[in-house]
């Protein structure tokens, strides 16, 4: 199981992300914002608000949406 330890905005539905392992990945999430919760991340205001939450290891936004970090592992470039 993979963690994210840190995340920086990029640019559109892009994020720099640095894993466990010191592994630096970018992901696009672009295409993986379907359902509600996902909703108000396609503004891209709201998107920028992401953030590292330490108890589940992953990045959040304030609407409690987040991204399995082991998802973030596989896409990420």
């Known amino acids: 199981m993979h ?3 840190n995340v920086n905005y990029l640019k559109n539905y892009k994020l720099r992300l640095t894993f466990e392992n010191n592994l630096i990945k970018t992901v696009d999430l672009k ?8 909703e108000p ?3 891209l205001k709201y998107f ?10 992953t990045i959040v ?5 987040d991204f399995s970090p ?3 592992f596989e896409i990420g470039q």
């Open 31 to 38: 295409n993986h914002l379907d359902g509600e919760i996902f």
């Open 3 to 5: 963690f994210v330890r």
């Open 41 to 43: 991340l396609k503004d």
């Open 70 to 72: 082991d998802f973030l």
């Open 48 to 57: 920028q608000k992401v953030k590292i939450n330490p108890d589940i290891d």
């Open 61 to 65: 936004w304030p609407n409690e949406a």
